[in-house]
Structures are given as C-alpha cells and as structure tokens.
C-alpha cells in the first residue's frame, strides 16, 4: 500500500526546533520530489517547502525561508524538514505528499497521490 507517514511534531516554545519526519512506503521514494504542506486552523493548506527527487534542488515559502531546512535519505525512504526558530505562526497540521517538481514558487505547489494523517505542530509559551 503505497503511502507516506509523517512524525515528529509536538508543543514547543517559541524559538524551540522540531526536526519532523516523512517516511515512504509502498512505492520508491528515489523517483519523486516530495513537499511539505501545512494547514493552520481555519487557514487553506499552503506548501511550506520541497526537495527534488536527488536532493539538490530545495525550495522554501517566504515565511520559513532561513529557518526550516528539508532533507532527504533515500536509503530510508525519508524525507525530513528541520524546522527552527519556530513562531507561533507555524502552529499548523504539517504533511508532505509527492508534487510533480520542485520549483521556486512554492505557493503554487500542488501534492498528488495519497496524503497522510499529517503531524500537529504547537508552537506556545
């Protein structure tokens, strides 16, 4: 069953780091780039950042650009996004899904594909 599964997320104060995680099964992770989405509570979904199928090419929405870093480890199927210097602003749902490619205009980033359940993030004193 072809599927991503996200983790890592939790409450954090402000100015804390999260490192959370996307794992892949049920189909090669290696041919695909992968974005990580997040949805705060009465907002629409907006992509967050994505990394291209080697790893090479990454790209970053305005609001997370310089504290958010996305990785990938293709031997372990996973791909991570390393989130520091957190805001309450970034208290959201966080999911990744696959996107057809990696491009500088993150806002316009689609997934396709299965999604998962996602992970909460709480950022608050």
């Known amino acids: 069953q072809l599927q991503l599964v996200e983790s890592g997320g939790g409450l954090v104060q402000p100015g804390g780091s999260l490192r959370l995680s996307c794992v892949a099964s049920?189909?090669?992770?290696?041919?695909?780039?992968i974005g990580w989405f997040r949805q705060a509570p009465g907002k629409e979904r907006e992509g967050v950042s994505c990394?291209?199928?080697?790893?090479?090419?990454?790209n970053y929405a305005r609001s997370v650009k310089g504290r958010f870093t996305i990785s990938r480890d293709n031997a372990k199927k996973t791909v991570y996004l390393q989130m520091n210097s957190l805001e309450p602003e970034d208290t959201a749902i966080y999911y990744c899904a696959r996107v057809r490619a990696c491009l500088p205009d993150i806002a316009t980033m689609r997934g396709f594909g299965s999604w998962g359940q996602g992970t909460q993030v709480t950022v608050s004193s």
């Open positions: 049920g189909f090669t992770l290696d041919y695909y780039a």
């Open positions: 990394i291209n199928s080697s790893g090479d090419i990454t």
